[in-house]
C-alpha cells in the first residue's frame, strides 16, 4: 500500500499545482545547469562503462556539416545539425571525451554561427510572464522572430540557394506543388523568389507546372473532394494506351476500389498484398485522349516507414539519453518486401493515384509511398504532376466513383507535420524513458512495470486521473443543512426545493423552522405562480470520433481504443463511413435521404425512418464542418444478425444516432410551481418541477438515457428537471405548515392531517468527494486541453492502462495505481509542465501551423527539442525529488529477490528480481542485469561462462511449448560483442493495422533493453552456443545445440525455431566434443546406447557422429515442431548449406558430407 501520510508530507500544495485551468503557460528563459557531480545517478555497469570509455575516447565527434542542397534549392540538412540550439551542440563540442556518467547532462555553448540569438529571443520573451516551475519556460512553439530569421539566413554554415526565411515567407503565396527529382520526394513546394540575394542563385520555377497546380496556403491547403486539381497536360498518351496504378492503405480498401471502378471482373494475383487488374474503355479523366486505360489497383499495409535512431543511438548502455535530442532519425521500412511491392507495380506506369485515409496520417503514408516509387513511373519531366491524391469518406462504389472523378494532390504540408510530431514524440519519449526506466529499476525491485515510459501525450492523460485522485484524497466532507419542504397534494406527496440551495449553519436553518413554527397567526406555504410551457429539446448533433467514443463508453461498457478498432473494422467491411473525423455537421453534399433509404428494410427502426421520409428530414443542428470528413453515419444497412458482438453493437449505436440528428425535436412540457413562506422573507422561496413527454421525436430511435454529454461541476440546485407528472396546483393555494424533525421545535406529528397539508423539516447531508474520472470524462478533457487527436485520444489512454499507471474499475473509471501517483507526483515536484497539458498543446497547435503551411517543419522541430533538452537537463538534476517519493511507495533492491547466481566480476551472489521486467542485482556494485522477457528463468549451479574475462555463473533460459532450453550467462547477454553476430530481440517487425499503436508498442519494447525473445539469447556464434552447436538448423539460419538439460532424455534444440530433435530411447548418453567437423565447422558428437539396444554392427555401444551428415542417426531421430506453421518433419534430399542433410521421420534419406 502506498504511504499516503508521507506523500501527503512531500507533496503539499500539489493540489493547487494540479489546476490545468490555471493561467497559461508562458515560456520564460532558462540556462540548463551543469550536472558534474550528482550523487547516485550513474548507472553502473562495468563492462558497458568499459566499451563507453573505450569509445569516448576513440571516436571524436566529427563536424557539423553544412547543409546540402537537393534539386529544387531546398534545405536537405541532417535534423540533428538542423534541429541543434543553445543546449544542443554537445556532440560538436568533444562531449564525448572520457568517462561518461548517464546520471548526468551537461550543457554546452550555442553555435558561433547562431551568434547567440536564441538566448538573446529567450531572455526578451520572458520580461513580465508568469514562471512556471522548472527551467523549461522557453520561448513558445510558433513563429520565429524576425531577428532570429534574419540570423539563421545570414549563418555561414547556410549554403542554401534561393533567400532567407523571412524572404521565403514573404513569397509564401506564390508556393506551388512542384517535385522535380524523379528520385526522390522533394518538399512539393518549389518557392518563386521575388527577390535574389547576392552570391546565391534562385531556383526556377517548373514551366511545364500548370497555373492551377496548388498555390501556398494561407489557412487550409487541403483539398476538398469536390474541387479537382489538374497539373499534367490532357494530351497525355494521347492515341496510346496507357496504365494507372491506385495505391491503397489496406488490402481491403483496394479490393474495393478495383470493385467500384471495375465493376467486379478484375484480374487478381497476389496474397499478402493482392493486386487487381482491369482494363476500362472509359477514358481517364486527367488523360481523356487515351487509347485505352489499364488500371492496377494495390496497397500497403499501413506506414511504409517507420521512425527510429539510427544503430548507434539504440544501446541503453553506450548513448547517454541527453544526446538522443540532438541525434538524427531515420526512416527504416516497415518490411522491405512492402518496398519491393510498390517498386514492382509502379515501374513504367503513367500515373499513380493514391487512395490513403484523408488525415494527415493518411497523407505522410502518400509521401513514403512516393519516396519509394515515383521515380520508377514512365515519361520524362515532373512525374509528381501525374501523381494524384484521391478524397473520400466512404467505400462503396458510389464514394469510390465521385472521388475518382474529382481527384486532387497530395497535401506535404500534412505530411510534414505528421513528420514533426513523430520526431518529437521518439526524441522526447526515449530520452526521458531510457532515464528513469535505468535509474529507478536500478533501485527498486517491485516497479510492476518493464518501462517507465515517458510520452508528451501519455503523461498529460496520467496527470488528469492524478489530479482528480488527489482532488479526492484532500477532499474533506463538511456536513451542510437544508430545508425540506414536502405538499401534499391529492395524494401526491411533492418536493420543493429551497431556492437557498443549502446551508452550512444549523443554527441558522433552526432559527427558521423556530421562526415559522412561532408565528401567529400560523404559517402557511402559498403557491405564488404555476407557470406551464412547452420546451423542445434539440436533436443530437453529427458524431465524430471524440463523441463516439465517449457514447461507447458510456452506453455500451467499451473501451476507446476498442470502440475506435471496431468502428475501423466497420468501416473496412463497408458498413460505416470514415471514423477518424472532427465534423459534427454534414456537409451540403451529402444525401442524406439516401442514406435513409438503405435502413427502410430494418425491422428495428425502419418504420421510424418511412414515417421520418414521409414528414420530411430535418437538417442537423449546430455542429461545425472541418472540411476533413463528414460526421460518421452509416453506408449501407446491416440486417439483424449479420453482425455480432461488438460490431453489431457500435453498428447499432451509430446508425440510431444519425437517424436521430436528422429527425425532429422532442417536445416536453415543463411545470414550473413556486411556493413562499411569507415569515421567511427570501429564504422562504421553494420551487417545484416536473415535466411530461408530449411529442418523443428523435426520443424514439435514440436510446436516450444511455448516454450523453457529461456535466461536471453541476452547481447545487441545478439538476436537470425530474420526468414526472405533478398534481393540478393553482396561483393562491395555501397549505397550513406542520413540523417535523427539528432539534428545537419540540413538536413531533403522529397522525398525518387529511386534505392539503404540508411538512417543514431539516435535511442533514454531506458534502461528497468527486468520483475517478470516466473514459468519458477524460475524453473531455483531453479534447478541451488539446491532448492528441481524434485518432490518438484512443491510444494514450490504452497505454497508461498498459503501463500499469491506471486501472480500470467498475464503472468504467480510471484509478491510478501506486505507480502512476508516484510518477506524476515526482513530475509535478521537478517540473509541473512536463505532466500539465499547456506544452504539449502548444506543440499541437504548432503542428496544426505545419499543416497549413502557416510554420516550417524544421523551426517547430527545433525549438520544441530546445525546449525539451533543457527540461530534460532540469528534471535529471533534480531527479532526487521523486527518487523520496520511490523510496516511500517501493523496496529497495536490495531488500527484495533471492541469491540466484554469481558475479564473475565479484564473485559474489546476484539477486534475483522476478521484475517486471526480471533482472539480476549486484548489492556490491549496484549493477543491474537486465534478462530476456518472454521465457522462464532458471538456476544451474556449477558452470561459468567461457568467454575470456567473464565468468559468470550460467544460468537457464526455457522458453516455448513444448519449451526449449538454452543456456544464459547475464553478463554476456547484457555486454553482446560485435564479432558474435546479430543479437536476438533487437529487431522488431510490426503487423498490419494500427502502425502508431504498434511502431510505439516497438519502441517501448526496445526501451526495456531486450525485445520479447522467444528463441536462443545468444548470437550463434558466441563461444558458450558455439562449445553446444553440433549441426546448422535446415529450417532456419540457426543451430541445432544439445539441450542443456541432458538426460535421461536426450534431445537436440533449434536456437532460432521452435524444432526439437528427440535422439532414440536407445539412446544413454551424449556428450560434444571439442572436435569439429571440418566441412561444417560444428562439434562431434560421442553417442553411447545402452546395453542390448544398440543399432551399430556388431552391438557397439560407443560411436562418435557428425549429426548433419549422418544419415543413420537421422533416420532413428523423432522431429518435433512447437509451431504448426513448420514443416511437419525433414523432407528428404539435399540441403540447405553445405552438407545439410534432412532425414524424415522413421528413415527419411539425407545426402551429404561422410
Known sequence: MTDNTTIDKLTAGLKDKLKVDAAPFVPASFTAANNDNSDGKKIKHKASQKRHNNRGKNNKPKEATKPQQNNDGGDNSAPDNAGVGKEGNAKNKGKHKGKKDFGKSKSSKPRNNEKQNTATELKENSKDKQQNDGPGNKEKQGKPSDNKRQSQGKDKGNTNKGQTKAQK???????????????????????????????????????????????APTSKQSIPPNQPQTTNDLNYAAGRPLTVVHIAEKPSIGQAIAVGLG??????YGKSLPVHEFVDNSPFPKAPKASKVTHVVSSVAGHVFNVDFPSEF??????????????????????????????????????????MDCDREGENINFEVLECCMHLMAGSGSKFDRVYRAHFSAINPSDIMKAYNALGKPDKFQSLSVDARQELDLKVGVAFSRFQTRYFQGRYGDLDSAVLSYGPCQTPTLGFCVQRHLEMETFKPEPYWLLDLGIMNSGTMCRAVWDSGRSFNRNKVDSYIATCRDANPASVAKVISVITKDKNQGRPVPLNTVALLKACSKALGIGPHSALQMAERLYLSGYLSYPRTESTRYPKSFDIASTLQDQLQDNRWGSYVRDLLRDGVNVAKGGVDMGDHPPITPCRHARAGELTGDMARVYDLVTRHFIASVSHDAKWRSTTVKISIEELGEKGDFT?????????GFLAIMLRKQYGDEREDVPFGEEEEEEKDLPEFKEGDMYGLFFSGSKKSGNKISVAPTGKFCTLDIKEKMTTPPTYLTESELISRMEKHGIGTDASISTHIENI???????????????????????????????????????????????????????????????????????????????????????????????????????????????????????????TTETVYVLPIGGEIKQWTGRNCPVEGCNFELCLYSVGAPPRTFPLCPNCFNSPKPEWGHVPGEDSTTTPGDEEDENKERNIRRMAGKNMIRECPHPDKMPLIEEMTVSPDPE?????????????????????????????????????????????GCRMMSIEFKEGESPLEGGKKKYTSCFANDEMLQGLVRIHHGDERMKASYRGGRGRGRGGGRGGRGGGRGRGRR
Open 801 to 923: 492502462i498498459k503501463r500499469y499507471y491506471v486501472e480500470l474499475i467498475p464503472g468504467r473509471k480510471l484509478k491510478p495505481t501506486k505507480l502512476g501517483l508516484v510518477l506524476a507526483q515526482g513530475y509535478h515536484l521537478i517540473d509541473n509542465s512536463l505532466v500539465l497539458p499547456t506544452i504539449r498543446s502548444d506543440i499541437e497547435d504548432q503542428c496544426n501551423n505545419i499543416a497549413k503551411g502557416l510554420a516550417e517543419r524544421d523551426d517547430v522541430v527545433r525549438k520544441a527539442i530546445d525546449l525539451f533538452s533543457a527540461k530534460f537537463n532540469y528534471f535529471v538534476d533534480n531527479i532526487s525529488k521523486m527518487d523520496v517519493l520511490f523510496g516511500s511507495s517501493f523496496a529497495k533492491l536490495q531488500d527484495v529477490g533471492k541469491p540466484f547466481t554469481r558475479c564473475g566480476f565479484t564473485r559474489r551472489y546476484l539477486q534475483f528480481i522476478t521484475g517486471p521486467p526480471p533482472r539480476l542485482y549486484n548489492k
Open 688 to 696: 417545484i418541477r416536473g415535466k411530461t413527454l408530449i411529442s418523443p
Open 169 to 215: 515567407k514573404k513569397q509564401n503565396n506564390n508556393t506551388r506543388v512542384d517535385i522535380r527529382d524523379e528520385k526522390q520526394v522533394d518538399d512539393a513546394t518549389s518557392k518563386q523568389p521575388q527577390k535574389q540575394e547576392k552570391h546565391k542563385k534562385t531556383a526556377k520555377p517548373n514551366k511545364k507546372s500548370v497555373a492551377s497546380s496548388s498555390s
Open 314 to 355: 539504440q544501446s541503453w548502455d553506450t548513448v547517454d539519453p541527453a544526446e538522443l535530442f540532438h541525434a538524427p532519425v531515420v526512416k527504416k521500412p516497415c518490411k522491405g518486401s512492402v518496398v519491393k511491392h510498390l517498386q514492382e507495380i509502379t515501374k513504367g506506369a503513367d500515373f499513380m493515384v493514391l487512395w
Open 1036 to 1080: 532456419s539460419n540457426g543451430v541445432l545445440i544439445l539441450d542443456p538439460h541432458l538426460g535421461p532424455k536426450w534431445r537436440l534444440v533449434s536456437t532460432r525455431e521452435p524444432t526439437i530433435v528427440h535422439m532414440p530411447k536407445s539412446v544413454e548418453k551424449v556428450t560434444v566434443l571439442n572436435a569439429k567437423d571440418e566441412v561444417l
Open 263 to 268: 465493376g467486379g471482373g478484375n484480374k487478381s
